[in-house]
């Protein structure tokens, strides 16, 4: 599956072609995220950003190819995980998607946040979609004032006019706009809540997400669905995203994304410290799972 | 019925008589902003600023009449029309609003926001409401401090002492307190969720918000009801109201009022950007809509 | 009871013993805030800061005993009351907190925001519980960057790994972490939203809140359970904490906890002033209360 995945990943003319990675270390070896059951955790398409001699960022355009695909056991994916790959940018890059369709329904990308042209919107009216086993490409601009966490998912499969079965099966994923100056963690993980899931499954099959003290770790939360949903993370604190409060448990509901920034176990110390959804009949469906803090 | 709406608006000293616009322009020719099936688009009842020679904002009082009445439908409205009328006004200025109450129910104006004595308060334990073929009074103060997007609606039709049944058939507004040297947008749209409607409608009888590429358009979402709702505008993005964040879909849940201003199509060009609540069975129901970006 | 709970709190070697408070008074005389069916405001365990010669605040650890209690009516609480006991801290203070267990059952306390190791998490895993008949303690530290407002409550108790039916029982409370120069209150209160409860109470069992015109009045809004809510407050506006937005409406659920502070009756007089949850079904419920300012 992974060589499949691989190749799905074209080079660009200024971008070597790479493997997608399995986990996410920024400036250090690549490192794998285990889970308690072996859900992976997605693949990361990291900007590998490049500057000029004075310290500029290069923009550059990705080639990016995400397959529709379904698994065995009836989910839908793109390129074979839930979430699809997190797809790392900067202000002033440019996407270049390839969407192909092996599944016997339209599908869809609809992106948030980044600029696009009406026939990169992903939906049915704008007839943006891929049909089976076609293709379509869509073109994203990270333009000035994107930076941001984002995230990208099917707009069309399903009843009615706009589709929101496709994301319940598991077709969505990350997008990160960073720009110059955004402090860069060592790992990135992405934790998307949808009825009492995180990347649609219940605990014992959440994500175990693994650190070492210390080490900067960014959390990236989506949420879709039809539930609200609180995320809160035990033994830590951040600074809410825009605004100068500190928190350690939010809100957040469908087509909402955020993401913060913490040390791990800083002032707390190694442990298995919960991730969870507070909203009581959620936890007790089993919707948490831990971020293991290593000595 | 708009003849009957012109003569509830009653001229103060320093304002002309003035009929209420249909549709929304600031410092242009008025327009129209067509429904895809003619439910029509809130009047609005401009602040029409007068300055000083030195550039300061004259304090005026706003004489209003909000009328309520029952439309041959069974909904309840303000002057006939759902939301009921747009009020904007400036800081330091005043509002005495005359309720006249049409409807076989006692009705009121609860506001948020502004400054009112609790004779002003809209509710049943403090008598501020109109009778059956009545009338009531209320005075509303925008004092410094209180500029921001807020809104009206009925606080004692329904059983318990503290009615929300009105609000569901239909009588809610928006105000608008601006200050000196806010950013004035060319348009405005009023957009309220409530179950799975905007402004008590579903697609496709939701409002078509209509602009041309470039123009300033104001956003004002305020919601009602027993659902929460995350609001997302496809093709754009701005700052969340009171932080540095960009977003371009947010939680709104009851009571909340919140406002954005965005360039049409910036950087996306003209097209049918959706609008839509991301929550997934209420956009399955129709909680959709569009706002068409003409070139 | 009452001398029971003061018992409980023990004295430091630098804070004399001394009772809790029943209301809350920063700098004046203590009151009493009455409740119009009785239902008790929680104790205050207030922070009394002592001051080096140039102004700094001698940190301090506060010795405080909690016991989980089965009430005659069933409910469960920590020290008798529902919510436990309010405590104020100080950054740089640490709390030494031993729960007593006098219940039949597991029971724990977790708190959010400030610093503590994995064996003070008050989780099953981490085995940081009390069980029937015994103690367990817990430490906390308000290490720099953690002031705020927070909350701690049952971690244990219920089906599942993670309980949660102690919370819906009444175990939990509020944490106030202040910092040098926050701005202190005349009076703070705590509301806590849960089902279509304040403080597991509908109206009119809900607290009665008093206040006199110009005080300096602090409310503290937490939540917990299964149901969103939306907190109004009639006749006050306030700066939505850590941003520049002026609300008197907000968003709150499970696990969340914020604070305001508003002047009594400021621009708007003496006068019974709703509070209550804007949602539809709560506030027909009996989700409301009032907020007495007297002249």
Chains 1, 2, 3 share one sequence.
């Not at 943006?128 to 984002?150: D, H």
């Not at 175990?208 to 033994?235: N, Q, S």
């Not at 928190?247 to 190694?270: C, K, L, M, R, Y």
Request: charge should be negative; aromatic fraction near 8%.
């Amino acid at each position: 599956m992974l060589s499949l995945l691989c190749g799905a990943v074209v080079a660009t003319a200024t971008t070597p072609a790479r493997a997608q990675t399995p986990a996410v270390h920024h400036g250090g070896p690549p490192g794998v995220v285990h889970d308690v059951t072996g859900s992976p955790t997605p693949p990361f398409i990291p900007a590998r950003r490049e500057t000029t001699s004075s310290g500029q960022i290069i923009s550059k355009t990705h080639h990016i190819t995400l397959v529709a695909q379904r698994r065995p056991d009836g989910s839908l994916t793109y390129n074979g995980t839930i979430p699809g790959p997190t797809i790392e940018i900067y202000e002033g890059d440019e996407v270049e998607l390839t969407l192909v369709n092996q599944l016997d329904v339209d599908v869809s990308v609809h992106v948030h946040g980044v600029h696009y042209k009406a026939d990169s919107d992903g939906t049915r009216h704008t007839r943006s979609f891929a049909p089976p086993g076609g293709k379509y490409v869509y073109r994203w601009i990270a333009a000035p004032g994107t930076a941001g966490y984002w995230h990208y998912h099917d707009h069309v499969i399903g009843p009615g006019m706009d589709g929101v079965r496709g994301i319940e099966q598991g077709l969505y994923g990350a997008l990160i706009v960073r720009k110059l100056g955004d402090p860069l963690p060592d790992k990135t993980f992405i934790l998307v809540m949808q009825k009492v899931w995180f990347n649609n499954n219940v605990y014992p099959h959440t994500p175990l997400l693994e650190a070492k003290l210390g080490e900067r770790v960014e959390f990236i939360v989506i949420t879709h669905g039809a539930r609200f949903h609180t995320f809160h993370l035990h033994g830590h604190r951040w600074r809410e995203h825009g605004t100068t409060r500190i928190i350690d448990t939010f809100t957040q509901n469908a087509g909402e994304s955020t993401a913060f920034q913490v040390t791990a176990g800083e002032g707390v110390g190694p442990g298995d410290w919960m991730y969870h959804c507070h909203v009581h009949d959620h936890i007790e469906d089993g919707m948490l799972g831990f971020f293991r803090v290593r000595p």
